[in-house]
């Protein structure tokens, strides 16, 4: 089943500015994946943050997570042409082994 | 070195048929999966499998069937393949105890 939306579905952006995409679940999670997918390609792994966890950095990347309100979100900060993609996040709730999936935000950023 | 690399990338066919896509992992996970994206780019867990165990058998058409001969290996039967069936089928691996799943390049059937 879906449990995680993304927010915006869509993103346009100027090269050099901040992007930021939400996700909302709905139940009780032990960690949050962002994942981000290439036009054509599969998925590659971004970033995970445990539920204990407030807020992480990798990079230009940045998640937070609001178990309160059951959202995160992910800043990439000075935007490139090479992070157009779409960007889904993925929850774990249990141990059995399967994530639960948001619909994915398409990032679009202009030169 | 492809870490999971799945076969073939593209695959056309007509209704009817039964076809395989192959997946093998060289990452030594003990976890491998199938997901199917659609049109939509919405993925949907299929199956999983665990050191050649099934532990995640979602609802999909009995005429998916999985196979995993060995652990770093995880293949996909179709039969009776419908155009509802068109879709791009990724699979992927992970470490049970580290939650960050590898992907392939995924293999887009396209039923006629």
């Known amino acids: 089943s879906q449990q995680g939306e993304e927010d915006p579905q869509a993103l346009s952006i100027q090269e050099g500015e901040n992007a930021t995409m939400n996700c909302s679940y709905k139940?009780?999670?032990?960690?949050l994946q962002w994942y981000r997918q290439n036009s054509g390609r599969g998925l590659v792994h971004l970033i995970l943050?445990?539920?204990n966890e407030r807020e992480k950095h990798s990079g230009r990347l940045r998640v937070t997570l609001d178990t309160s309100k059951k959202s995160s979100s992910l800043l990439i900060t000075a935007s490139r042409a090479a992070d157009t993609a779409s960007y889904f996040c993925a929850t774990d709730r249990d141990s059995n082994y399967q994530l639960i999936w948001g619909a994915g935000t398409k990032l679009i950023i202009k030169p | 070195d492809t870490a999971v690399s799945q076969t073939p990338k593209y695959l056309v066919t007509q209704m009817g048929n039964d076809k395989s896509i192959k997946c093998e992992q060289n990452l030594g996970h003990d976890t491998m999966y199938w997901y199917k994206q659609d049109s939509k780019k919405f993925l949907k867990i299929m199956f999983s499998y665990n050191n050649k165990e099934l532990i995640i058998n979602e609802t999909v058409p009995n005429r998916f069937s999985p196979k995993s001969p060995d652990k770093a290996h995880l293949n996909l039967h179709i039969n009776s393949l419908e155009l509802g069936d068109s879709a791009v089928y990724f699979c992927?691996?992970?470490?049970?105890?580290?939650?960050?799943?590898?992907f392939g390049e995924g293999s887009r059937l396209t039923v006629l």
């Open positions: 943050i445990r539920s």
């Open positions: 139940t009780s999670i032990n960690n």
């Open positions: 992927a691996s992970s470490q049970r105890t580290v939650r960050e799943l590898f």
